[in-house]
T-cell receptor, first 116, second 115 residues
């Protein structure tokens, strides 16, 4: 079956603009995660959605970042008033049920964001 | 503060030899550890994991060793193949606090296996 897909694959924007990044999880997966990988760094947890529960937003770096998940499937990560330090690869992952550390997270290919 | 550290940014080995990738962690509460492999332009893919109740887990050519007292784990690949060339990420999670889904990653090690 299809894996996690993300769009766009690359995004170049100007400082101060808003951007939206999209994630389509694996069909039937109830848990969805966003991570960020800045240059030379490891993946950094941003936000977690599980079913209809309130999302865990504890990893969002500032209030310019927000995410939503509509209908328990597709998710959109929005960055308002982008800054150059937002340049990174944004990765989305999904898992079947969530909440279980032994559960494999399946990652998409990422969106490479460059803020000029 | 980097809680999961991969101190070697790169490693080069000959095909057929053993590759050993190392990972250290500082948070003694971590009790589940994973290795992910990442090819260019692709997302990371799960490779192997180990629970803190074990000190070794093996899956084919891949073995992960955990030394809790040293807060150290390693991934052994034997024999190494050119297709193993990728970035390898170590990750950890903790079961307490209700956020066991939250993975903490190292910066990765680029493994190059030369034919």
């Amino acid at each position: 079956g299809a894996g996690v897909s993300q769009s766009p694959s690359n995004k170049v924007t100007e400082k101060g603009k808003d951007v939206e990044l999209r994630c389509d999880p694996i069909s039937g997966h109830t848990a969805l995660y966003w991570y960020r990988q800045s240059l030379g760094q490891g993946l950094e947890f941003l936000i977690y959605f599980q079913g209809n529960s309130a999302p865990d937003k504890s990893g969002l770096p500032s209030d310019r970042f927000s995410a939503e998940r509509t209908g328990g499937s597709v998710s959109t990560l929005t960055i308002q008033r982008t800054q150059q330090e937002d340049s990174a690869v944004y990765l989305c992952a999904s898992s079947l049920n969530g909440g279980e550390r032994q559960e494999t997270q399946y990652f998409g290919p990422g969106t490479r964001l460059l803020v000029l | 503060d980097q809680q999961v550290k991969q101190n070697s940014p790169s490693l080069s080995v000959q095909e057929g030899r053993i590759s050993i990738l190392n990972c250290d962690y500082t948070n003694s509460m971590f009790d589940y550890f994973l290795w992910y492999k990442k090819y260019p332009a692709e997302g990371p893919t799960f490779l192997i994991s180990i629970s803190s109740i074990k000190d070794k887990n093996e899956d084919g050519r891949f073995t992960v060793f955990l030394n809790k007292s040293a807060k150290h784990l390693s991934l052994h690949i034997v024999p190494s193949q050119p297709g193993d060339s990728a970035v390898y990420f170590c990750a950890a999670s903790l079961s307490s606090g209700g956020s066991n889904y939250k993975l903490t990653f190292g910066k990765g090690t680029l493994l190059t296996v030369n034919p």
